[in-house]
């Protein structure tokens, strides 16, 4: 990421950069939310990011109660993390 920005930064092309995907696994209070947050920080900092934030988000803050409600709850998440981080806490049984 970093070096796309060197490469934009001397006027070289580049193609479209696309926000980076991470999955943490670990048990439970293993520091994963911590990671994501520090990691926020570290992307912020180094302008990859608009802003340090962190937006959790557990399932049933993704998930409606019917499909056509599940599509609303995510867009709403998603929106809320824009710039930041979405972190998706116990997304995987």
Request: charged share 30%; proline share 4%; glycine share 12%.
């Amino acid at each position: 990421m970093l070096l796309v920005q060197k490469r934009r930064a001397l006027g070289l092309e580049v193609g479209q950069r696309k926000p980076p995907n991470m999955i943490f696994l670990g048990n439970p209070e293993t520091g994963k939310t911590m990671v994501a947050r520090i990691l926020g920080k570290m992307l912020h900092s180094v302008g990859i990011l608009q802003t340090d934030k962190v937006t959790e988000a557990q399932r049933t803050d993704l998930v409606g109660g019917c499909v056509r409600r599940t599509g609303p709850k995510t867009r709403k998440k998603i929106k809320q993390a824009k710039g930041g981080i979405l972190f998706m806490d116990e997304a995987i049984d």
